[in-house]
């Protein structure tokens, strides 16, 4: 899992994987009380990373749905598009899309789910009837 923990260059320096780039990216858009730049999610980054690699993260974000921009004078202002559990919500759709047998995988998916897991989705897809089991 070295794309996961990140991977250490030849100088002995820890490079980030994409995903951990994107979620510090996506944190720091939280942060901010409306859409934000570039630069000021490379300034609250620390200036770690370069403005082009910002530039370049977000544009994967917005690819993937995580972000929206909007035009703000020559460059653009960015936003969340929806918080931690909506994305994940989002990648996990992406990949049942991804599937021929929808059927198995969601089959497979729901089987494997600890106990507790699957009586929730039980109520969420059934309100009523976690209303009737209180």
Known sequence: MEGRQGVTDQRGS????????????????????????????????????????????????LAKGAVTRERAGRSFAWTPASDQAGLAAHKMRKVLDGQDDREAVLARFVTSLEPGDERLLRELLDPARGERED
């Open 14 to 61: 820890r490079r980030r994987g994409q995903g951990e780039l994107e979620a510090l990216v996506l944190s720091v858009l939280r942060e901010a009380d409306g859409p934000a730049s570039a630069g000021w999610v490379q300034e609250r980054l620390g200036g770690d990373l370069a403005y082009t690699t910002v530039i370049t993260i977000l544009t994967r974000l």
